[in-house]
């Protein structure tokens, strides 16, 4: 299994980004996907995520600006980002995992199925 993070990038508060995630090496059409960030010094935390259900969850400071969504192959898994703020400026990790809960979502450890990261730096 691999995950190929890419959209990562520099803009300015309020501006906009859009990662997608790229899952290979399996059928990915019935695992759940998600996204979780890690500033410097912090622990990783989870942005977003999409249940196999479809069933969505997002981090709290993160609701209605982020929206989590796959495409129709439902091997990729995107996140567009809009009103990005400084504090949002992390490394974005995707992650999957074929058997997890929709309650669960937000526990890294939960996950199977890391990616190697995308940096987002917001600018004040």
């Known amino acids: 299994v691999q995950l190929q993070a890419c959209g990562g990038g520099l803009v300015q508060a309020g501006g906009s980004l859009r990662l997608s995630c790229e899952a290979s090496?399996?059928?990915?059409?019935?695992?759940?996907m998600s996204w979780f960030r890690q500033a410097p010094g912090k622990q990783r935390e989870f942005v977003a995520g999409?249940?196999?259900?479809?069933?969505?969850s997002y981090e709290e400071s993160v609701k209605g600006r982020f929206t989590i969504s796959r495409a129709s192959a439902r091997n990729t898994v995107d996140l567009q980002m809009n009103n990005l703020k400084p504090e949002d400026t992390a490394v974005y990790y995707c992650?999957?995992?074929?058997?997890?809960?929709?309650?669960?979502?937000?526990?890294?450890?939960?996950?199977?199925?890391w990616g190697q990261g995308t940096q987002v730096t917001v600018s004040s």
């Open positions: 999409i249940h196999r259900s479809g069933g969505k």
């Open positions: 090496g399996r059928d990915f059409r019935s695992w759940s």
């Open positions: 992650a999957t995992s074929s058997s997890i809960i929709l309650s669960s979502m937000r526990y890294d450890s939960m996950w199977a199925y």
